[in-house]
Nanobody
Framework: QVQLLESGGGSVQAGGSLKLSCVVSGYTNGGYCMGWFRQVSGKKREGVVS???????????AYGDSVKGRFEATRDNAENTLYLQIRNLDPEDTAMYYC????????????????????????WGQGTQVTVSS
């Protein structure tokens, strides 16, 4: 069973930066879709970035239109941690940020594209709050 634990959120001023972390446990190298999502109270969960990970390789990052150029997802295999670097924060980025995973075993080493739709992910962390003031 995959477990995800986010951290790194906080309160920052507009224009600042944050780096969110998601420690992954119970994970195998069989291939997963992973993603970062965010949600404002009363609104639908929004996909920020999705990616495919298989045997330490990250592939096919896809970013939501509202975050392109400012958000970057990376992974530290030694630490089993997925990161989300956020630059030039805007008050519109204020939300709870979640890490998610969905098993998708690779067939013959294929690296898949992954959805930005929250409904297609099974495993979720508890979230980390990001608040941006103007």
């Amino acid at each position: 069973q995959v477990q995800l634990l986010e951290s790194g959120g906080g309160s920052v001023q507009a224009g600042g930066s944050l780096k969110l972390s998601c420690v992954v446990s119970g994970y195998t190298n069989g291939g997963y879709c992973m993603g970062w999502f965010r949600q404002v109270s009363g609104k639908k969960r929004e996909g920020v970035v999705s990616l495919y990970t298989y045997r330490g390789v990250i592939a096919n990052r896809a970013y939501g239109d509202s975050v392109k150029g400012r958000f970057e997802a990376t992974r530290d295999n030694a630490e089993n941690t997925l990161y989300l670097q956020i630059r030039n924060l805007d008050p519109e980025d204020t939300a709870m940020y979640y890490c998610a995973a969905e098993p998708r075993p690779s067939i013959d080493g294929q690296l898949y594209s992954c959805p930005l739709n929250a409904d297609q992910y099974t495993y979720w962390g508890q979230g980390t709050q990001v608040t941006v003031s103007s």
